[in-house]
């Protein structure tokens, strides 16, 4: 059995270290809460930093109990049925869609919908939670095939692929690259070899910075190089393309790579505003939404949560509240109504969904300038290189 070094809080908010044994991190967790005290860090008692908790694997994440699977498995069953009505308007939808992985996700639905009999496509569904927590909106009590297909689309968001924006923004930087590539190639090729032959010619002194300038374009220009760089470039291109390939035959209910801080709190408050609209206790929510994102410290996180809030206490972990963030415990916790709840969880999953594409904006909004000043700077020092001599030749003439 593993040893577990930890450290945490007791009841009067003291530190506390030591080591517990358990078969796995949550088993240890559930100990020193069972103990009254609040975990801050936990791991491995040896080959671990003391202070870091050790990865995370999938025997370690905890599992719904047996009466929550129940309940689970009855609404499948629902959701299935009612899910079935929307296969035709799916289907003219996937085919308008271009080929991405939102789309074989769309398709790999439509296909578990259809599977055999509502049972069987129901198992299959229940270990997608991406895919059945969008379809919660179409077991609502409305038969208006229109608002279903509707409710469905808007919360139907699977993929955190790169978006036709990011790869868009791509261009600019690979057209500046190639063009400054381009120039600089082109002065290697025409322009240096004329200054090289008249230094040479009147036996002149280089300076540092001439020699440099020399020195780069000579490496630029030179054929081993430019076939090494070519060479890359194509198996690099190459791996790329067979990466995307094999990603894109396994991807299915969850996507090829976990997603980042932001992409994960964006799904995360969605699907629990989803749950929550759906009337499903809020810690059952917790644990549901966060087992649909593929972020096992999320996870952990949402499930000592809900288990505190399931025994009517407060959340006191500092990580824990950091890693859930503050405004979706509060969304949870407060004593709102369930349209309010769900209205502030969508808003906070809107605000992390701008906060997520504010970075590749400003990383590119920034290329531009700092793209302008290398350029800039490679070229006047190529200038200056090549006129420091003809200067030095021009007062010794004169």
Known sequence: MPQFRYQALNAENQPLAGEILADSVAQAISQLEVAGLTVQSIGYASGQRPGLPPPLVKSDLPQLSTAEQAVLDARMVQI??????????????????????????LLDLMRILQS??????????????AYWIPLLASAADSGDLCQMLQAFLRDYQPSTESSPRG???????????????????????VVIPVFRDLFAGFG??????????????????????????????IVAFIVSRI??????????????????????????????AELLDADFEPASSLRLASS?????RLKMAAWRMASQIEAGGLVESVTDRRTVTASVLHAVTA???????????????????????????????AFEPISILVVGFLVAMTVIGLYLPLLSLIQALS
């Open 80 to 105: 299935v049925e009612r899910g079935r009505s929307l296969v035709p308007a799916l289907s003219a939808y996937a085919a308008e869609m271009p080929s991405s992985r939102s789309r074989r996700q």
């Open 292 to 296: 649909a994102v593929d972020r096992p």
């Open 204 to 233: 002149l002194r280089l300076p540092e910075l001439t020699q440099g300038v020399l020195s780069f374009y000579a490496a630029i220009t030179n054929v081993t190089f430019v076939g090494i760089v070519v060479a890359v470039g």
């Open 167 to 189: 790869r868009g923004g791509l261009v600019y930087p690979v057209i500046v690259v190639c063009f400054a590539a381009a120039v600089f190639w082109f002065l290697g090729i």
């Open 335 to 365: 004593d709102l109504p369930r349209r309010a709840r769900t209205a502030t969880l969508r808003e906070i999953s809107q605000c992390h969904a701008e906060r997520g594409g504010a970075a590749p904006a400003w990383t590119q909004g």
């Open 243 to 272: 990466l995307r390939t094999a990603a894109g035959g396994r991807a299915s209910g969850h996507v090829a790579r976990p997603p980042g801080r932001s992409a994960a709190l964006v799904q995360f408050s969605r699907y629990l």
């Open 116 to 129: 055999g009999e509502t049972s069987h496509a129901a198992a299959a569904l229940s270990h997608k939670p």
